[in-house]
């Protein structure tokens, strides 16, 4: 596509539930990244990926995040039990092959947890 | 350990005049320096990318500078538009492989006002 998709924008869940965001890379770019950004803070980050494989998860806050990316294309961020301090805005981002370059960024998943 | 700091954290400004935007960071090894653009509910957009032999760098109206010494950046925009107002982060990549970690500053709010 022309540029990074996420999906959904916006996500609204109880306390408890599993939810699960979408990112859409611009198409060629082999490296994928999440991030998380609270409200009035900077960016976290949270997982990398370089085509299907993830050589850096250390953002993960605690192991009810996961990700996945299938096809060295679209990525899925998994969210286990949400708690209300996961709410944020998920952002993700893509770039041809690595950080030493541009990455271009999706409008993000504002996740509200009730 | 890794960090980078901005200043002003929030500025306003009126239409038309200049200003500087402050980036001090302490990573190593160093990389790249970047400037982002956030505009609210969007997700950031790249201005310019430093490497460690680039001191200066326009892109249009904003004209980056790079210290590699003293570990400074600054972040000019000339003439500014009321479509300047917008969050500006400051990143840094550590030149470490496989890694996604890119060091985000807070960021500077910039307000133009008529």
């Known amino acids: 596509g022309a540029g990074v998709s996420q999906s959904p924008s916006n996500k609204v869940t109880e306390k408890g539930k599993d939810v699960e965001l979408r990112c859409d890379p611009i198409?060629?770019?082999?490296?994928l990244y999440w991030y998380r950004q609270s409200l009035g803070q900077g960016l976290e980050f949270l997982i990398y990926?370089?085509?299907?494989?993830?050589?850096?998860k250390s953002g993960l806050p605690s192991d009810r995040f996961s990700a996945e990316r299938t096809g060295g294309s679209v990525s899925t961020l998994t969210i286990q039990r949400t708690q209300q301090e996961d709410s944020a805005v998920y952002l993700c981002?893509?770039?041809?092959?690595?950080?030493?370059?541009?990455?271009?960024f999706g409008s993000g998943t504002q996740l509200s947890v009730l | 350990k890794n960090q980078v700091e901005q200043s002003p954290q929030s500025l306003i400004i009126l239409e038309g005049k200049n200003c500087t935007l402050q980036c001090n960071y302490t990573v190593s090894p160093f990389s790249n320096l970047r400037w982002y653009k956030q505009d609210t509910g969007r997700g950031p957009v790249s201005l310019t990318i430093?490497?460690?032999?680039?001191n200066t760098k326009s892109n249009g109206r904003y004209t980056a500078t790079l210290d590699a010494d003293t570990k400074q950046s600054s972040l000019h925009i000339t003439a500014s538009q009321l479509s300047d107002s917008a969050s500006y982060i400051c990143v840094v990549s550590a030149n470490v492989s496989n890694t996604g970690k890119l060091i985000f500053g807070q960021g500077t709010t910039l307000q133009v006002k008529p």
């Open positions: 990926f370089q085509g299907n494989s993830a050589p850096d």
């Open positions: 430093m490497t460690f032999s680039e």
């Open positions: 981002a893509s770039s041809f092959q690595g950080t030493n370059e541009k990455l271009f």
């Open positions: 198409s060629g770019h082999t490296a």
